[in-house]
């Protein structure tokens, strides 16, 4: 999966030769507009005449639509020499077009949240955007112009094949990762499965425009696409433009063979062992698996769960709880084509890894003899089907979502498999688990560095028309209201106010009508002070890390099967001055996570077991961290930021401070914090969805109301320092990637009148949609980076801020990278933006606040914080006025002013002496 690209050169409109259609191009009028096909639970499906498929899904209720294209098309097609030619081809299609020459510009423009990702079965192109007739022309216009007549230029291969290429040796930085290829690759003998979608380096840098260029004509077809329109929009004139945008696009004239390559039966268990520099021992399992759409992946996708899932997972408590695993992890992916389980395990050093793996071993081939539970099987039932239903009440969510069964067959594939989830079996599960976790048909992968024959026959997908003949689904989830997100209507509708004995909680609720009743929240407990938290803060951290393991009433697992039961995803956290909650959950489950979440923080037990793989975890964690160039990078960057005296709370720690402070911390000291510091004496709670005003402040008032904090809460204010500049390069030997992050600390806050100006000096600079001055140079025009920007932020109670860049890049161009970046922040101090790119940055900023209005996750937490400061959204509109009415003086003075390269600190991490060393005569 990546992040696409955009175009710069509207002259390669010359190039494209035969590669654009016109309208005039079709052979027959496709004006009609097509009949229903089949729905299914509020969505609709239509076919045009060129076969492009159309699934409808309005939803009135959210102000925004998400457009979805997925073809049909992934690395399971391509031949030999073409490996990672669908992901490649994925980030030259952000290129452009002629009548789109600079698409991520548009996107930014629009205000739009976009991507594209390639996997193994199909590629996708999305975008997010407010619900406005202009925005919807404007996207399905784009779609399909880039649907057959993107530019697919030999100058743009040359430049992004080095993005693409980057984004290859990226991956190489982890063990973990390369491992995981090692065993697919091993255990999937001819089937592309077993080929990474990134491609092979070799391939990415050899791949002839021609073939890349057929390979595009070949599969970019309307027979070989679905396109997905979701969210809010009339579905009758959203049709009839649908019509006009892709009808016009003729059928190809090519058949497409369906792919018809087959593992044969694996005969005797495999294994592949690695050996590269790293920190962490890992040992990974895989086995061969039925297809996504076979009756029987129901119940593997319960069995893996009963398998990997936290705390009470068959492995989990095996190998991290009962074994010396730091952690554990696992997934058996929905595949069109036979697809495979896959399990990872890691491994401190001075551990046996062999011990690990046996262990391993051991569980999985033990599922017959000790089947799952009734119990078992119905936690992992109960919260695979919470996380379909809270996903079917966003609509653009599923619009997203349905590229995967899009890419297994058929959409519909999605609602089969939450039936078939409901009626699977503890039978069911031990069933699969015999046929199918056989040591016959594993193979093994050991990081660091027979068998019977026992086959397992893998059966292929049965017939799709028998599978999804007659079925008609449920009915559709409610729908919500048609909310306005305009900041007058969000103040008025909002319902604030105070709580408790001694108004220790301060609250802001949005409630109004949603789809799925859904309603998302945000609560935050503030305590302590600087005495308090001095030389303390490790203690702090893991005593709110601590606080879902378990209390009073129930055990870590019966918190999780209580959330599985209210249908609800909660986070609860916490640090040396505060703690909080995040909550997804529905209108009526509201007031019972609210008891729940004051019974974890105020009644926690802090078990001694859960501490102590706590704090494995957390090592294993650290010594991951040691030779990698992001850890190291951003790790140095806090360090100098956050220039305190060791012991004080805001102090970074390093990485061997902070083994040692764990190695040296125990459970009573993580309680007596708790006891001394933690409390509820200052307490905001947000929320905005469809909720129940009274219920909520009543379930309040009942489990924090009555909270005190045992100490006087003094907020821990943050001290402007300038930074001295210096240049930090870092040795990580063996890593294929490095970091680049440049950094400035900024004596300013969010009411400074040069505030609105820098925020909208940063979304040109490194913000927006990758058509930045960073992004458009570093990226687009040199080819060095995959993934390039920049953010600025300042406190709203400090005078503090913060300019940051970044970049990944193959280390021999560190040179190059540093000498760009210097060139566009220089350009920019000197020359400023043009009144082009203000005005185009206006919009696309914009835009993009209103989509994080209309969104109830971002919502609860702009209320939050609006509470604790003492603001409404008349601040948030102000800070809006203002920026619409800058200047280009404004704002270029306000950079110049502010962003200087010479006052930065510039960090490097990567193999530099490798490289350096070959360029030595």
């Known amino acids: 999966m990546h992040t696409p690209i955009f175009l710069r050169y509207l002259y390669l409109l010359l190039l494209l030769g035969p590669l654009a259609l016109t309208a005039q191009d079709a052979a027959s009028d496709n004006s009609a507009t097509p009949e229903p096909v089949t729905a299914v639970e509020g969505i609709t499906e239509y076919r ?42 994925e980030h030259l299609v952000f290129k452009g077009t ?85 065993v697919l690759s091993t255990a999937y003998l001819w089937h592309n499965y077993g080929k990474s979608t990134i491609g092979s380096k070799a391939d990415l840098e050899n791949v002839p425009i021609d073939r890349l260029q057929g390979f595009y004509r070949k599969y970019y077809q309307p027979d070989n696409a679905v396109l997905v329109v979701a969210g809010k929009f009339n579905p009758e004139t959203t049709l009839d433009l649908v019509v006009e945008k892709f009808g016009d696009i003729p059928r190809p004239e090519r058949e497409l063979y369906p792919t018809y390559t087959r593992e044969p039966v694996q005969d005797g268990e495999r294994f592949v062992e690695l050996k590269r520099v790293g920190d962490v021992q890992v040992v990974q399992a895989a086995y061969h698996l039925p297809a996504g759409p076979h009756p029987d992946y129901a119940a593997i996708a319960v069995l893996m769960d009963v398998l990997t899932s936290e705390p009470s997972g068959r492995l989990y408590t095996a190998l991290v709880e009962n074994g010396n695993a730091s952690y554990i992890w696992g997934f058996a992916p929905a595949l069109a084509e036979p697809t495979f389980a896959f399990f990872n395990a890691n491994v401190l050093k001075e551990n046996d890894l062999l011990e690990v793996e046996q262990q391993m071993k051991n569980t999985l081939d033990s599922l017959a003899q000790n089947p799952p539970t009734e119990e078992e099987v119905k936690r992992a039932k109960d919260g695979i089907l919470k996380n379909f239903e809270i996903n079917q009440r966003d609509a653009n969510r599923v ?52 068998q019977t024959p026992d086959r397992a026959a893998i059966p292929e997908v049965n017939d799709l028309d028998a599978i999804l003949s007659g079925y008609e689904g449920r009915e559709a989830i409610e729908e ?20 408790g004995q001694n108004d220790n909680i301060e609250y802001a609720l949005l409630p109004k009508e949603t789809r799925g009743n859904s309603v998302n929240a945000q609560l935050t407990l503030r305590f302590g002070n600087l005495d308090a938290a001095m030389n303390r803060s490790m203690a702090g951290a893991k005593a709110g890390q601590m606080l879902m393991m378990g209390s009073e009433k129930y055990t870590r697992q019966q918190i999780q099967d209580k959330l599985d039961e209210l249908k609800a995803r909660v986070y609860i956290g916490g640090d040396a001055d505060g703690a909080y909650a995040s909550i ?30 706590m704090i494995k975890e957390d090592l294993s964690s650290i010594e991951e961290s040691r030779s990698d160039p992001q850890s190291i990078v951003f790790t140095e960057m806090r360090r100098r930021m956050n220039d305190y005296p060791k012991g004080h709370p805001l102090y970074t720690m390093t990485f061997d401070e902070e083994v040692e402070a764990l190695k040296a911390l125990n459970l009573d000291e993580v309680k007596q914090y708790y006891t001394e510091v933690y409390g509820g004496g200052n307490i905001t709670f947000s929320a905005s969805g469809d909720l129940d005003v009274d219920a909520v402040k009543q379930a309040l008032e009942r489990n924090f109301g009555d909270w005190t904090s045992p100490t006087d809460y003094t907020r821990i204010a943050r ?15 063996d890593k294929a990637n490095a970091w680049f992050v440049a950094v400035q600390s900024l004596e300013i806050n969010d009411e400074n009148p040069d505030y ?87 919009s696309g900023w914009q835009q993009n606040q209103a989509v994080s209005r209309a969104q109830d996750r971002s919502m609860a937490g702009e209320l939050g914080s609006n509470a604790y400061l003492d603001r409404t959204m008349v601040w948030d509109k102000q800070l809006e006025e203002q920026m619409m009415s800058l200047t280009p003086e404004q704002v270029n003075a306000a950079v110049a002013k502010y962003i200087d390269v010479d006052k930065m600190v510039l960090l490097r991490a990567g193999d530099f002496a490798k490289t350096e060393s070959v360029k030595k005569p």
């Open 48 to 89: 045009l005449d060129n076969g492009l498929t159309v699934l409808l899904f309005p939803d009135q209720s959210v102000p925004t639509i998400t457009v979805n294209v997925t073809y049909k098309v992934g690395s399971r097609h391509e031949a030999y020499g073409e490996t990672g030619m669908a992901h490649l081809l």
């Open 98 to 182: 002629p009548d789109h020459p600079n698409i991520p510009q548009e996107l930014t423009e629009h205000g739009a949240r976009p991507n594209g990702t390639t996997w193994y079965d199909r590629t996708n192109y999305f975008e997010t955007f407010s619900a406005t007739q202009e925005n919807l022309d404007w996207a399905l216009d784009m779609e399909a112009d880039r649907m057959v007549n993107s530019f697919i230029a030999k100058k743009d291969l040359d430049s992004e094949m080095t993005v693409v290429r980057n984004e290859f040796e990226s991956g190489e930085n982890d063990p973990g990762g390369v491992l995981m290829e090692r």
């Open 399 to 450: 619009g997203l979502t349905l590229s995967s069964y899009i890419a297994q067959g058929d959409w519909r594939l999605g609602f089969i498999y939450r039936d078939r989830v409901e009626q699977v079996t503890p039978e069911d599960v031990v069933r699969v688990a015999e046929k199918y976790f056989k040591p016959q048909n594993r193979t093994i992968g050991r990081f660091y560095p027979v």
């Open 480 to 499: 919500g209201e048609e909310f306005d997100p305009a900041y007058d209507n969000i103040d008025s509708r909002t319902v604030s106010g105070t709580l």
């Open 584 to 613: 997804e959950t529905e209108n009526s489950k509201l007031p019972e996570v609210i008891d729940l979440i004051g019974e974890v923080m105020r009644h926690p037990t802090f078990p001694q077991s859960e501490f102590d793989k």
């Open 719 to 733: 001290e402007y320092k300038a930074l001295t500049p210096e240049a930090v390069k870092i040795e990580t030997p």
């Open 756 to 842: 609105p100006a820098l925020v909208l000096g940063n979304y040109m600079l490194g913000g927006g949609f990758l058509n930045s001055r960073l992004a458009t140079r570093i990226r687009q025009k040199d080819g060095l980076s995959y993934g390039v920007g920049s953010q600025f932020n300042a406190s709203s109670l400090d005078d503090i801020g913060t300019f940051m860049s970044y970049a990944i890049y193959n280390p021999e161009n560190r040179e190059a990278l540093e000498k760009a970046f210097r060139e566009e922040i220089d350009k920019v101090r000197t020359e400023g933006f043009t009144a082009e790119e203000i005005a185009a940055a206006k």
